[in-house]
């Protein structure tokens, strides 16, 4: 599904649920929803934010932004995760591609990756009483930047240590 059908997909479904629940379709939402849509990936509500002021040049205050984004939640249309103590949201669906998160555990970067062996495995798993509905993986280890500034440290704590000997 390309971005477009992808766009008019949400649009209908947000459409539907506020219809059902009685809300209005705001110019605020439907951006927002734009905004998602448009997005790789899982993101901040302070990055959706910063898109939306920057990119679509539609203004919208932090409040509209995380209840809106609850209202998203709400309609199945994006998955709310915390990563490191950080609220992340990223559109429904995008799980079940089997995506793998490699999580920096000293700075929070956070890397997305596909590996088919991985996603077949987990697919294939057959649990009795348990249908799977969408599935991720989180690994946390260091990123190749913070792994290199801790070498470093670790090399000049050496070289110290070794002057005082």
């Not at 008019?8 to 905004?35: F, H, I």
Request: proline content about 1%; glycine content about 6%; hydrophobic content about 35%.
């Amino acid at each position: 599904m390309d971005k477009a059908d992808e766009l008019r997909r949400s649009r209908e479904l947000m459409s539907e649920y506020l219809r059902l629940n009685g809300l209005r379709n705001t110019p605020e939402r439907q951006a927002l929803l734009e905004a998602v849509c448009m997005t790789e990936g899982a993101f901040m509500p302070e990055s959706l934010l910063t898109t939306m002021a920057e990119e679509k040049k539609f203004r919208v205050s932090r409040a509209t932004v995380y209840n809106n984004l609850n209202l998203l939640e709400s309609a199945g249309l994006v998955r709310k995760s915390c990563l490191n103590g950080q609220i992340r949201y990223e559109k429904a669906g995008y799980v079940n591609k089997g995506r793998i998160r490699l999580i920096c555990g000293m700075c929070g970067r956070v890397t997305e990756m596909t590996d088919d062996r991985v996603r077949r495995q987990i697919e294939d798993m057959r649990k009795t009483r348990f249908t799977m509905t969408e599935w991720s993986l989180s690994v946390y280890g260091l990123c190749s930047k913070c792994s290199t500034a801790i070498k470093r440290k670790q090399n000049k704590l050496n070289k110290i240590h070794k002057e005082k000997k």
